[in-house]
């Protein structure tokens, strides 16, 4: 399912809004073809489901300086400073990636990684860094049993991010002008964790222990052309 809204410039506005839902499921698994347990009755998800997707472009013309709503008549020296400034951002939110949840050692005697057991009706969701999910809820499969988690019982952090830039160009001569631009990259300092530890042998398991992407950054730029 796809939905988009488009908005053409007004009034020194004009955006796009666009959302995504989707699924992906899993018809065989991929290590044991021949086990119903990962198929489609079992509602497993195979990376990369991401099933909601929203992101935001926003472009706006401050009202400020000539023809503007305010300061229209401004001084040329207040004009070159309040005039012709241009803001815009971009903002995507996106659910996090199902996981995958390993035995802590091989009890299959295969040298294949097998998936770990869960043993409750559900899995719950904390949300914590420091454990992310219920972790009582799963355990190793008996010796030769394969393990009955699917991909997507539990999912990672969701990724939520936001840019935003300030610019204006100005002529300050004929043929001198100059561009003027202030980026902020992650503008709410949001944190965008990596997933948490899914292996049932280490002993941070339900744990997050790093990020994706980088914490703010502002960026100033100016272009001077003659």
């Avoid at 198929?39 to 998800?45: A, D, I, S």
Wanted: charged share 15%.
């Amino acid at each position: 399912l796809q939905a988009e809204l488009k908005m053409n410039m007004s009034r020194g506005l004009q955006g796009r809004l666009a959302y995504t839902w989707s699924k992906e499921i899993d018809d065989m698994n991929l290590w044991w073809p021949l086990d119903d347990h990962f198929n489609r009755g079992e509602g497993t998800n195979q990376a990369p489901d991401i099933p909601q997707n929203f992101i935001a472009s926003i472009v706006y013309r401050l009202p400020f300086g000539s023809g503007q709503q305010w300061f229209s008549s401004a001084p040329r020296a207040a004009e070159m400073i309040l005039g012709g400034w241009q803001a815009s951002t971009i903002t995507k939110l996106q659910s996090g990636n199902p996981l995958t949840f390993n035995a802590a050692y091989d009890n299959l005697g295969s040298g294949v990684t097998n998936r770990a057991d869960v043993t409750c009706p559900s899995v719950k969701k904390l949300g914590s860094v420091s454990k992310w999910f219920d972790t009582s809820c799963f355990t190793t499969p008996g010796p030769l049993q394969l393990g009955n988690s699917g991909v997507g019982k539990v999912r990672g952090p969701g990724y939520y991010n936001s840019d935003f830039s300030l610019s204006k160009s100005e002529t300050i001569h004929e043929q001198m002008r100059i561009s003027v631009q202030v980026d902020f990259f992650n503008l709410s300092n949001t944190p965008h964790y990596s997933n948490p530890d899914t292996n049932l042998s280490d002993s941070n398991f339900g744990q997050i222990g790093g990020t994706n992407g980088t914490p703010r950054e502002i960026q100033l730029g100016a272009h001077f052309t003659f």
